[in-house]
DNA sequence: CCTACCGATCGGTAGG
DNA sequence: CCTACCGATCGGTAGG
C-alpha cells in the first residue's frame, strides 16, 4: 500500500498553494483567485486544494498573511538591523520603494492592490488587511518618533502627517508603475522621500 | 396596443442603469458589477439590461465614461473657472479633496479602485482608464506650467514630479478614508498640499 | 423590454 | 489527496 504522504509532504504543499495564490492574487485581485484555476494551475483537484484551508475565505486569509511574509522578509528584513532612527527610517522606505521598483510580486503591491479590493467590503478579510496596515504604521511611527528625539527630524515634526505623506509616495509610485510602467517613477519617490526625511 | 418607448425613455432608463452601476462598481468593482444582480435592483430583466448596452464590457466602458462625467462635474468644473495658473490649481485641488471627504460615491473615488483592479490586465477596459488618468494629469499640467510662469511657482519647479506629489496625497487621502475611516485624512491632505504649492 | 434557455464556472460537500 | 456531484450564478442568446 502506498504510504501516507508526510507532514513535510504536506507543508510543501500547502506553501505551493500559497506561492502560487499569491502571485495570482496580486496580479488580478483575491476574487480572481478562484479555487477552481488554482487547482488547474497546481495540477490538482479542488477538493484536495481546499483541503488544506477549508474555505476560501480561509485560503484568502492565508494569503493575506504569506503576503505580509513576503513583505517583511523583502523589507524591514533586509535592511542593517540599526537602531531604529532616521538612518533606518531611510533605509526602510529605500527597501520598500526597491521592492515596488523590482516588481517581486507580479501586479506590484499585494496589499495596495487586495486593499483598494476590499476596503469597502466588511469580514475578516478587510480585518486582516486593515490590521496588517496598522502594523506596519506602527512601525514606521517608532522609525520617526526616535528620529525626532535623536534630532535628526525636526523636534515639531507632525508623526502622523509624515506617516500620511510617506504612504502616498509608495501609493503613487504603485499607481505609475503598474498602470502607466512609468520608469521615471522610483527616481520620484525618492527625490520625493528625500524631501520629506531631510530635517 | 400599448405604445413603443420614447426615445427620452430609452435614454432614461440607461441613465438609471449607468448611476445604479457607478455606486456598485465604485463600491465593490467593475468585476463585482454583474449583470444579474444590477437586473434585480433595478427591477428588470437581465437581456432587458444587456439590450442598453450589448456585452459587460460595454456596460463597464460606458460605466468609466459615467464615472469621469461625474468626476469632472464635482471637481474642475465646480471651481470658479478663472484662468488657469495657481489660484485655479489650488481651487482645483481643494475641490478634489472635498469630493473624496464626502463622499460622493459609495467605497470612494471609483478612478482608484477600478485602477487598482485593471492595471495588471489588458484590454479597452484598463486601456480607458488609463486615457482617463492621463487626461486628468494633463490638466494638471497646465496649471502647474501656468503657475511656473506665473512665478507663483519656483522657476525650477519639476512639473511632473509636482504631478506625482499631488496624485500621491490624493491616493492616501482615499487610503485612509476607505480603510481606516479616519477623519483627519482630509486635514492632512490639506496641510501636504499646502506645502506643495507654496513657492 | 420580456421569458426561457445555453454552457461554463463558482464555492463547496460526500464518500472514499 | 481523488472522483463525482450539488445548487447557485455567471455572461450571453433565441425568439418574440
Redesign the pocket.
Known sequence: MSPR?SVA??LE??QRILDRSLAIASAEGLEG?????L?TEL??????????F????ALQLAVVDQAAEVFLREVPRKVKQMPSGLPRLIDVCEAWVSYLEREVLPGGCFFTAATAEFDGRSGRVRDALAGMNALWRRDLRIHIRRAVSDGDLKPDTDVEQLIYEILGVMLALNHFLQLEHDSAAPRRARQALKRLLTK
Do not use: C, F, N, Q
Not at 54 to 57: A, D, L, P, S
Open positions: 504522504r509532504d504536506t504543499t500547502r483567485l478562484t479555487i477552481g484555476r487547482a495540477g490538482m483537484s479542488k477538493a484536495g486544494l481546499l483541503g488544506h477549508g474555505t476560501k475565505e
